[in-house]
């Protein structure tokens, strides 16, 4: 299983991006999936989470400007993001959690500057 991430990039405060992320390979059942962030000198940390049923989860730091979607047809999560400070400069790793399996991207680097 392989988690391609993309859409990572520069952008100025205020300014958005749509990050996406596909899981590749054998997967028999997916849980759920979502993104987590590092700033430099951070931990990871979660950033936004949705079950298959349609229950996400959103970092106090993040709600009402980031949105998480899910395709599950395509294996594919989507994380837009809006309104982006200096704070949301990080790189964002893809996560999928399935029976008995925790996979991660390689992860897509976001830099908030002007």
């Known amino acids: 299983v392989q988690l391609v991430e993309s859409g990572g990039g520069l952008v100025e405060p205020g300014g958005s991006l749509r990050l996406s992320c596909t899981a590749t390979?054998?997967?028999?059942?997916?849980?759920?999936m979502g993104w987590y962030r590092q700033a430099p000198g951070k931990e990871r940390e979660m950033v936004a989470h949705?079950?298959?049923?349609?229950?996400?989860k959103y970092s106090d730091s993040v709600k009402g400007r980031f949105a998480i979607s899910i395709d599950g047809v395509k294996n594919m999560v989507h994380l837009q993001m809006n309104s982006l400070t200096l704070e949301d400069t990080a790189v964002y790793y893809c996560?999928?959690?399935?029976?008995?399996?925790?996979?991660w991207g390689q992860g897509t680097r976001v830099n908030v500057s002007s």
């Open positions: 996560n999928v959690l399935a029976p008995g399996q925790i996979y």
């Open positions: 390979g054998s997967i028999d059942r997916i849980y759920s």
């Open positions: 949705m079950h298959y049923g349609g229950d996400s």
